[in-house]
């Protein structure tokens, strides 16, 4: 028996009894060199490996799998980060599936994992839900070969910022899907730095896969470090419309604002309890004693904490409220706080501690990803820590500044041409940089909303070039599937689009 093998039985006995005999033996790939054997992160990698490793024998050996054929339904499942009530995952998703929806016609038939489905139950129109639990290999070695391919969903897709574990999830469903030479795609994907051992996992599990990027850097870093094939894409949260728009007014109104001052939204987050992490030692004490209750995610996973951790995240809370304050006092505004995701309501609660007046408060596991984004999208200005708020405004052309803790926000800025209204989550001064960027985007929102537009159609572009890509994938595994014919053109990738992004791209395309 491999060292892997061994070292799993011992630390998670999360494999079925009758996988074990065909599983265990044929772990020949060796763990990363610089494997820890108290991380339980790279404990998952071992098993993901593993699992991927019976499912090529149980091929090699002609073992019955699910395939597709002429006449039945392309059947894909939805690898992501849902349930968690993150907006900008479910934006990111419901466009994922009405753009294969688009592009496959009838002939699909999409599942989409998630953590909760009370917490998703409505989104995603057309495709099916299945529970996706924190301990995931088992599952995935249960479920991917039930599919004909493998669409991992997650922006933030290959990088150690977060966790670990998500990027393993989504590789290793990627990994599981290739080796039965099935559809192994990331959708809108974006690279950053990783751990010793996440790399070495991701350029083993995913070597023949497509990973479709949102930004060049990622590209690069796929392609050259990794030496994964990869192409140019986007994020697919631009063609998202909240589907009553109206209700962002009436939701503000409820809440005080008289229909006519110019709408202050912040999206704060805590940016400096990343990663989360697995710890079996801080799970026994939390379930024990209650110690680390503060510091728990879910499950096995727990947020990083320090005393520099929390010195920072008071400063960062200081700062935007002193630049906030100081703003509203030379004008008349109406704040609101957006909670993008439900961990962020306690970064919202104290952001909230901190102004001059209390501030409506909307998060998200209170309400839809349409109303928050109908909140967004009446907004006059705009500061947020969360990519996807950034993203999901752009296309009602509202003005912001980005709080960045990693590269997202930065690229999305850079593209923007927007740099100079760029500041990091960690800067001792944010509160003096941030009032005058507010000011800018008071008096120069015209040139702003210009090149928010111009960015928004190239972004689309991307976006149906992907579509085209991901087609020409499907006819590179599954020759035979039945195409849709279509003009070659971009923009008949795209899926339907709402009056507000139609009128942009006929303005500037």
Not at 47 to 70: D, H, M, S
Not at 178 to 203: D, I, P
Not at 293 to 304: A, N
Not at 436 to 462: C, F, S, Y
Request: charged share 20%.
């Amino acid at each position: 028996m491999g060292k892997g093998a061994s070292y799993i039985c011992c630390r998670l006995r999360l494999a079925p009894p009758s996988l074990l005999p065909l599983l265990l033996p044929f772990i020949s790939i060796p763990p990363s060199p610089k494997m820890n054997p108290l991380d339980l992160d790279q404990t998952l990698q071992l098993l993901c490996t593993g699992y991927t490793q019976a499912t090529r024998i149980k091929r090699t050996l002609g073992w019955p799998q699910e395939q597709w054929r002429p006449g039945k339904p392309l059947k894909l499942l939805l690898a992501g980060y849902n349930g968690a009530r993150n907006t900008g995952a479910d934006v990111r998703v419901s466009e994922i599936v009405r753009q294969l929806q688009h592009l496959l016609g009838q002939s699909t038939d999409l599942t989409v994992t998630t953590l909760d489905p009370t917490l998703t139950a409505g989104y995603f129109q057309g495709a099916k839900q299945v529970r996706l639990p924190h301990i995931f290999p088992q599952f995935l070695a249960r479920e991917c070969p039930q599919h004909h391919g493998v669409i991992a969903c997650e922006g933030s897709m290959f990088k150690s910022k977060f966790a670990d574990s998500l990027s393993t999830m989504m590789s290793a469903a990627l990994g599981l899907a290739a080796v039965e030479e099935k559809l192994s795609v990331g959708y809108g994907a974006e690279a950053g730095a990783m751990n010793a051992s996440l790399q070495h996992f991701v350029r083993r599990q995913c070597q023949k896969s497509l990973i479709l990027c949102r930004n060049q850097p990622s590209q690069t870093l796929l392609s050259q470090q990794l030496r994964i094939r990869s192409t140019a894409g986007a994020d697919t949260a631009w063609t998202f419309e909240p589907d009553l728009p109206q209700r962002g007014v009436d939701l503000l109104k409820q809440a005080g604002w008289d229909g006519t001052r110019p709408v202050l939204t912040l999206c704060p987050i805590n940016p400096f309890w990343w990663p989360i992490k697995p710890s079996l030692r801080k799970f026994v004490h939390q379930g024990l004693t209650g110690k680390y209750r503060e510091q728990h995610y879910k499950s096995l996973y727990f947020h990083h904490h320090s005393a520099t951790a929390d010195r920072q995240y008071r400063t960062y809370i200081q700062g935007l409220a002193q630049a906030v304050n100081a703003f509203s006092q030379q004008r008349d505004i109406f704040t609101v706080v957006v909670g993008m995701e439900r961990l962020d309501r306690e970064a919202c609660y104290d952001l909230n501690a901190q102004l001059s007046s209390p501030a409506p408060c909307f998060i998200s596991d209170q309400y839809t990803l349409h109303e928050l984004v109908s909140i967004l999208r009446q907004s006059a200005f705009l500061v947020s820590s969360r990519f996807h708020a950034i993203v999901t405004s752009m296309p009602g052309l509202v003005p912001s500044v980005g709080v960045t803790m990693d590269e997202r926000i930065r690229n999305l800025m850079g593209d923007r041409q927007h740099l100079d209204l760029l500041l990091e989550v960690d800067d001792p001064d944010l509160g003096e940089k941030l009032l005058p960027m507010l000011h800018h985007l008071d008096q120069d929102r015209e040139a702003i909303a210009h090149r928010i537009a111009q960015t928004v159609v190239r972004q689309l572009q991307l976006m149906g070039q992907m579509g085209r890509d991901f087609m020409g994938e499907v006819a590179r595994v599954y020759p035979d599937f039945p195409q849709i014919e279509r003009s070659p053109a971009w923009y008949a990738y795209l899926p339907p689009l709402s009056a507000t992004t139609t009128q942009l791209l006929m303005q500037y395309a």
